[in-house]
């Protein structure tokens, strides 16, 4: 059985991170599949290869911006 869902990677400055957690929370009410760093980045793993490999298996991504995000290298 093929898996079918679609899942949006978010992007985000962490100082955003309770505004992330309650747009999150809502999309997953709706079946939507989020993919976060802190959620889905287990110990151990190196992060910037996790991160290309989920960009790279997302339907979409969701950029959150703000005036952190628009300075954080990561975003």
């Given amino acids: 059985m093929v898996d079918d869902r679609k899942t949006v990677f978010i992007s985000y400055a962490n100082t955003d991170r309770s505004f992330v957690d309650r747009l999150s929370a809502d999309l997953e009410k709706f079946g939507i599949d989020i993919w976060l760093d802190r959620k889905d980045i287990m110990a ?3 992060w910037s290869s996790r991160i290309a490999d989920a960009l790279k298996e997302a339907s979409a991504l ?3 911006v703000s005036s952190a995000s628009v300075k954080s290298a990561w975003v």
Wanted: hydrophobic share 65%; proline share 0%.
């Fill in 44 to 46: 151990g793993s190196l």
């Fill in 62 to 64: 969701l950029v959150i």
